[in-house]
């Protein structure tokens, strides 16, 4: 198993300025059969993703890989240790939404890599998504609630587009707004 660090676009007291280039870099897309380079690059996001318990989700933008892969928990969001069985979670590579349904949702969304604060987001309720599923076969899936949501922030990722991108209200922990007021 290969594990990554995540990046993030600040640590305590300052910006961290080449994570934040590379978090901010659009990404590529995968062409389907994957070669090896391609398989391991999702196995070290996959990886990565299940050698920790505190996200939902991840994109390998975030690990730095700028290929269009992410990975997230597709049940048992409450409780806090999850079997991380393959059923539990899903892989999409090269996702597009191919459809968006409902009036937007608005709620509070965290990033790691964006540590410490949350942002108002509203996104869509349904979407539906095509992709490439991990053996790189074609899949159509449809989104609900807050899986829809955490999918629609993960592809974000993919573009270089980060919670502190939109502007809902931000929350940020008292002790630590002289620092994020310079935002
Ligand atoms: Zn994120």
Known sequence: MSHRVILTLWTDEKINEEETRI???????????FDDERKR?????????LGRNDGVGLAAPQIGIARRIIVFKNKGFDEKIWSKSDKDYDVLINPRITQARGDMVTMPEGCLSCPEIQVEISRFPEIKVRAYDINGQKVSRRYTDYLARIVQHEMDHLDGKLIID??????VPKKRQDFFAAF
């Open 23 to 33: 978090l901010r870099k659009p990404s590529i897309a995968i062409p389907a059969p």
């Open 41 to 49: 690059d999702i196995q070290t996001l996959v990886d990565t993703f």
């Open 166 to 171: 939109y502007d809902g209200d931000l929350y």
